[in-house]
């Protein structure tokens, strides 16, 4: 062998030494030496000496409609390498991508935003059976339980909806990210609690929406932070059931009786901020005045018949008929409409006399009989007429005389 050919051939063992090995996974630069009509980019890779090839759906991690408008002959790439075709080493090619790239770095982007617990904002780009799929840069899933702070029945709400997300867990060789929006809101509300308890004072009168009702009230959402309106305090006139005057969603104006801020509890009241029932009751109800009433309550000395909501008068049992009766019972119920006749109005006292025989024709029978005779001299009794001043109100005896006929009921039982 001549002392050329030996140069020459040291010169290409040199040469094929020096050309680094690729290996599956590297990070590599490659130059774009064609486009193909497979959908494919032939790039050299840069210091090996050998080609790669990047499949059109690896050239970015959107789809690609057109290759020709993402790359052209000459450009530099920087790829990942996915796998080896071929065997030898200086006519080997490899599987190349961009797209792979550019995932490794937003999962490590992601990694570190973790990891400082920091949060992520991204589209809802799909609804799957348990959950939402979000477009992170890479795939993430909401399970349904982590999509809000509530039941949702139907996700569809979220679909192309851009949310803020907690990163639960992240897995990059699995290509798994879990997400919560949940948690974002959790984090909300308590800081928006955190807020209004602390200048929240009684007194205020502020708006809010009724959240949920229970039998005993209705929560009212503040804002970030739920007070409860007791059924006693919804409205001036008796309220059964919350849920026969309020619904979810309605909008209502409310007083603040308190807050506690220890127990985090706030009490609130929706009547306080409506008119007082007695106000103006002098003009509503004037005397002689002729209303419809409903009877609310009976008892042995008459009938308290409410007239205006959350505005009740006395029916004196001497009241209520022209004909004697024993107990208002024998001629009324609750929850009667009656005609009443006003006889007297107190406003300080919150108080009405009321008539119900005053709009009723006086008997013919009904005239009094005149008194017998008698030697002994006659009791002083106070009696009942239409003409009485009291007649319409509670007397200390009515009081007294109701206490005593209980006391002797129950001491004969």
């Given at each position: 062998m001549s002392e050329n050919n030996s140069n020459e051939n040291n010169d290409l063992l040199n040469a094929l030494n020096s050309i680094d090995t690729v290996n599956v996974g590297d990070v590599v630069k490659g130059e774009v030496l064609a486009v193909d009509d497979d959908k494919q980019v032939i790039v050299g890779i840069e210091g090996t000496g050998v080609e790669g090839v990047v499949p059109q759906k690896e050239l970015a991690a959107k789809p690609v409609?057109?290759?020709?408008?993402?790359?052209k002959v000459g450009d530099k790439l920087d790829l990942v390498v996915i796998s080896k075709i071929g065997n030898d080493k200086e006519g080997g090619s490899y599987l190349l991508s961009v797209r792979r790239l550019e995932a490794r770095k937003i999962w490590d982007d992601i990694q570190k935003e973790y990891e400082a617990g920091k949060t992520i904002t991204a589209p809802v780009t799909q609804v799957v059976k348990g959950?939402?799929?979000?477009?992170?840069?890479?795939?993430?899933f909401v399970p349904a339980s982590m999509a809000s702070d509530h039941f949702v029945e139907d996700l569809n709400q979220f679909k192309g909806e851009t949310l803020e997300f907690k990163i639960v867990e992240i897995e990059p060789s699995e290509n798994r990210l879990i997400l919560s929006h949940r948690a974002i809101l959790e984090t909300q509300?308590?800081?928006?609690?955190?807020?209004?308890?602390?200048?929240?004072?009684?007194?205020?009168?502020?708006?809010?929406?009724?959240?949920?009702?229970?039998n005993f009230g209705a929560f009212v959402d503040l804002g970030g932070v739920d007070g409860l309106v007791h059924v006693s305090e919804i409205a001036y006139e008796r309220v059964e059931k919350p849920s026969d005057v309020l619904k979810t969603g309605d909008k209502v104006k409310v007083k603040v009786l308190s807050v506690d801020p220890e127990k985090d509890r706030i009490s609130l009241s929706i009547k306080q901020t409506l008119p007082e029932p007695w106000d103006g009751i002098e003009d509503k109800a004037p005397e002689g005045a002729v209303l419809e009433g409903t009877v609310k309550r009976l008892t042995s000395f008459g009938a308290f018949v409410e007239v205006f909501p959350g505005?009740?008068?006395?029916?004196?049992i001497s009241q209520i008929a022209h004909e004697h009766i024993a107990t208002p019972n024998d001629v009324l119920k609750t929850g009667q409409k009656v005609q009443v006749k006003v006889l007297e109005v107190h406003p300080e006292a919150h108080r009405l006399a009321l008539s119900i025989k005053a709009l009723q024709e006086k008997p013919a029978s009904s005239e009094a009989a005149p008194a017998p005779k008698t030697d002994s001299k006659p009791?002083?009794?106070?009696?009942?007429?239409?003409?009485?001043?009291?007649a319409g109100f509670i007397t200390l005896g009515d009081?007294?005389?109701?206490?005593?006929?209980?006391n002797d009921s129950d001491s004969n039982d």
């Open positions: 409609d057109d290759i020709k408008d993402v790359v959950g939402l799929v979000v477009d992170a840069g890479v795939r993430g509300k308590a800081a928006k609690r955190e807020e209004i308890m602390a200048t929240i004072k009684a007194g205020d009168v502020v708006e809010g929406t009724v959240a949920r009702l229970t505005v009740e008068g006395l029916v004196h009791a002083q009794t106070q009696t009942s007429s239409d003409d009485d001043d009291d009081i007294i005389g109701d206490q005593l006929k209980n």
